[in-house]
């Protein structure tokens, strides 16, 4: 069973950069042709799609976050890590990490998720 879990601040303070790490158990991230993945869902808003780090270690982000985001990993910790440079209070949201599996649609795991507040 692949099991996914978020860790980082919860709260980060303007134009500072979000760092969070996604700590993945049950499977390795360098193996199984998979995709893992950001998403973000602000406060009453749907989820947004930040970016994804292939198991090859190519990474891919969303147009309106791309100048803002880089996605990397530690194979070693079998961890990928999320920083988004330059926050604002509009970053403020819950964070997800999950896997994609490109033979099916979707994400199939989900870490619980971690709010992060940007605020002074």
């Known amino acids: 069973q692949v099991q996914l879990q978020e860790s980082g601040p919860g709260l980060v303070r303007p134009s500072q950069t979000l760092s969070l790490t996604c700590t993945v158990s049950g499977g390795s991230i360098t193996t199984g042709a998979y995709f893992w993945s950001w998403i973000r869902q602000p406060p009453g808003k749907g989820l947004e799609w930040i970016g994804i780090i292939a198991y090859s270690g190519s990474t891919y982000y969303s147009p309106s976050l791309k100048t803002r985001t880089s996605i990397s990993r530690d194979t070693s910790k079998n961890q990928f890590t999320l920083q988004l440079s330059s926050v604002t209070p509009e970053d403020t949201a819950v964070y997800y990490c999950?896997?994609?599996?490109?033979?099916?649609?979707?994400?199939?795991?989900w870490g619980r998720g971690t709010q992060v507040t940007v605020s002074s």
């Open positions: 999950a896997r994609h599996d490109p033979k099916r649609p979707g994400l199939d795991y």
